[in-house]
């Protein structure tokens, strides 16, 4: 929050409100991130043809994950350094790896009412782990610089790794 009187007038507000830049990025930033965790667990969800116990649990400890990103957003809007970054895209790398380990009982325990086809499940999963892996190297990356910005280009690179590998690829035709 701005930190000004409650009584401010507008053009403080707006004047404080530009200080903030930096914390509404951020919040852009997680709405992206728990918008595509919602999209993915919704379609998993929907995909779902049983769910045993295990499901429930690791759905629970996912979606205890996912309640808990404003918080390292906060830190990351209030602190923009290595610290808050790293906080921040550790929170994002759990939350991650849990909805990894969710999909995957999905597929073994075969919950899902139809099996996904092989080439899909193969591709779908090494998406998986580039974005993830984006995320972990960018923590120590930033801790070890403290440039922030060589960990934001973790995260755009692990997102968008294989759409660089397919315009790689098709350059050699």
Known sequence: ????????????????????????????????????????HHKLCGS???????????????????????????????????????????AISISMLVSVGLNEHAIRGSLLQTTPDQIVLKDQRTNGVAVIGGFIISIPLVLLTGELWLGYLCWILGANSQLLLRAIGSGKH
Do not use: C, H
């Not at 401010?8 to 409100?17: D, F, K, P, V």
């Open 1 to 40: 929050m701005p930190d000004i009187a409650s009584g401010s007038s507008s053009s403080e507000l707006w004047a404080a409100l530009q200080n903030r830049e930096q914390e509404l990025i951020s919040y852009l930033i997680s709405f992206a991130v728990i918008g595509s965790f919602w999209v993915r």
């Open 48 to 90: 779902l043809k049983d769910v045993d116990g295990p499901f429930v649990a690791i759905n629970l400890v996912y979606l205890a994950t996912i309640a808990f990103i404003p918080y390292p957003t906060q830190v990351l809007g209030d602190f923009q350094n290595s610290a808050g970054f790293a906080f921040y895209a550790a």
